[in-house]
């Protein structure tokens, strides 16, 4: 777009002092920048004429560690399954796997999705003594930001691969994310060895990563 | 918005036509509407690009896999596979291959930009030929039978396994290899059974191939025939990521594939899902439709 003089144009023979001109580019400069959201062409948002974390900021992990849980590693697990949470390691309730910090948020909408494989050992769901429907085992995974549970789900039952996320709206600061896993209580009937006394192993996790949207508006 | 990169004019500047319009021609934008203009979230969605380059994820691309039929009145079915054995691809109806072509020219992955995010799912039985064959493999837990005696469960380690493998030489998709730090599980772990580390899957997914559990267990033994549940038809599905470093990657098609039957072991202090052989022969999947889905999405 082209601008034209709208104080005063310069004219052949005119005197002139500084403040003619200075006032003419204030008025200019003064239009110009009321150019605002409504004016930019569509379409005209591209890579280029963002700035670096402008709209949204992205955190990951592509592999937390070596990908498994470390929380609880029983190495007294018989040769054919994994050293893994075992009734003797189990400390119950919920168990940190990743603490970290999403530095630089800017405030808006937060995503995390948070996907794994879970090994839960069922063989011993319907005991004697704890009653039908007895005591199936989940893996119960939850995510959580400054403290808030933004999700939280009862998880896989067998040796297979699991998902879930959460979003949150969040105000502008540093984030700390926070991701746990619980496996449900055993049955008082679960053997917490093998016949030849090796240990019982019950849950793990494995082949763990995450990934934290930032959506800024 | 709009800058002068010129002081103002002061008394005892020369002035004339040519630094006067110099000046004022500086407010004559040609249409440069860069990052600076563009401050932080001042967009209404129409400002958006769309199409290829779009701003926050540049492509995305999808395709059905598998045997598309969802009345599973049809389907594919593979037998176990041993060790040194090339994974099956998921197949269609005819059968064919089914793959995620990325175009002719790829998609090129940046260190430190881009973000390369999959997604799939697909229909899958898992079954076993005959009674109890896992009890001839390395997939069973000896637990103490109620009044003496063992008998032997399936432990719930077994399963088959899915990865992905991806064409990033060109868009003739005939050179597909495991995505990094993904291995084909044929590298001898124990005896002569193949495996990998779980360090070494990092795209793998699994589904258990068998249920079976104690009915009545008395504190921690067996008071009868533990019992076995079909898996019947479920869903097994994958979310892996990428971001490349320390040079760029570019992709030009991705695809599942899957082999089986797995199991554990450990060693070492390592944890390992390897093959077993032993029993392969008895073991079974079909597979029906799925999805797989691909982005590659700004970090920044």
């Known amino acids: 777009m082209t601008k034209k003089w709208t104080q005063s144009q ?86 940190t796997l990743v603490e970290t910090t999403l530095t630089g948020f800017k405030g808006g909408s937060l995503f995390v999705e ?45 040796h297979q691969q699991c998902r879930i996320f959460g979003s949150q709206l969040m105000p502008p600061g540093n984030l700390s994310l926070v991701l746990q896993w619980r496996d449900a209580e055993q049955s008082q009937d679960a ?16 082949n763990n990563r995450w990934l934290a949207i930032a959506r800024y508006r | 918005m709009s800058r002068l990169t010129q002081p103002p004019v002061l008394d005892g500047d020369d002035i004339n036509a040519a630094s006067l319009n110099d000046r004022f021609a500086q407010f004559t934008q040609s249409g440069t509407l860069d990052s600076f203009n563009a401050r932080d979230a001042a967009f209404d969605l129409p400002q958006f690009k769309t199409g290829a380059g779009r701003p926050i994820t ?26 040194g054995a090339a994974p099956y691809v998921v197949q269609d109806g005819t059968p064919a291959t089914t793959v995620l072509s990325l175009g002719a020219a790829g998609w090129t992955i940046n260190p430190d930009e881009h973000l390369l995010r999959v997604y799939w799912d697909l229909s899958v039985r898992p079954r076993w030929e005959g009674t109890k064959p896992w009890n001839g493999g390395a997939l069973y837990f000896t637990l103490p039978q109620s009044g003496g005696g063992t008998v032997n469960v399936f432990s719930g380690y077994g399963c088959w396994a899915f990865w992905l493998q991806w064409d990033i030489t060109s868009n003739g998709l005939t050179n597909f290899v495991n995505v990094p730090s993904q291995l084909d599980f044929n590298t001898v772990v124990t005896g002569t059974r193949g495996g990998n580390a779980l360090s ?36 097994v599905d994958g979310a892996w990521f990428y971001a490349p470093t320390p040079s760029s990657v570019t992709v030009y098609g991705l695809r599942v594939v899957f082999s089986g039957p797995f199991g554990a072991h450990n060693a070492g202090g390592v944890n390992y899902l390897v093959r077993n052989d032993s029993v392969a022969s008895t073991a079974r999947l079909d597979t029906q439709a799925g999805t797989l889905q691909a982005m590659y999405m700004r970090v920044k």
């Open chain 1, 10 to 95: 310069v004219r052949e023979g005119r005197s002139v002092s500084p403040d003619l001109f200075n006032q003419e580019l204030r008025a200019q400069q003064s239009s110009i920048t009321t150019l605002d959201r409504t004016q930019l062409p569509g379409s005209f948002v591209d890579e280029a004429r963002l700035k670096d974390y402008a709209l949204h900021q992205v955190w990951f992990d592509e592999r937390v560690g070596s990908g498994e849980q470390t929380n609880e590693v029983d190495t007294g697990v018989p040769a054919a399954a994994w050293e893994s949470s075992t009734i003797q390691t189990s400390r119950g309730g919920w168990r």
């Open chain 1, 114 to 158: 948070w996907s794994a494989n879970v090994y839960v050992n069922n063989i011993f769901s319907y005991g004697r003594n704890d009653g039908r429907p007895g005591t199936p085992n989940y893996m119960g995974m939850r995510i959580l930001v400054n403290g808030v549970n933004i999700g939280e789900r009862r998880g896989g039952g067998y």
């Open chain 1, 191 to 206: 053997a917490s060895t093998t016949s030849s006394g090796d240990r019982m192993p019950f849950a793990h996790l494995w």
């Open chain 2, 58 to 83: 540049p492509e995305m691309a999808t395709t059905t896999i598998g045997y598309n039929l969802w009345k599973h009145s049809a389907y594919n079915t593979y037998t176990g596979q041993s060790t």
């Open chain 2, 200 to 235: 070494a899957c990092s795209s793998t997914s699994v589904v258990q191939n068998a249920l079976e559990y104690g009915d009545l267990i008395d504190n921690g033994e067996f008071t009868s025939t533990p019992v076995d549940t079909p898996v019947g038809w479920t869903s």
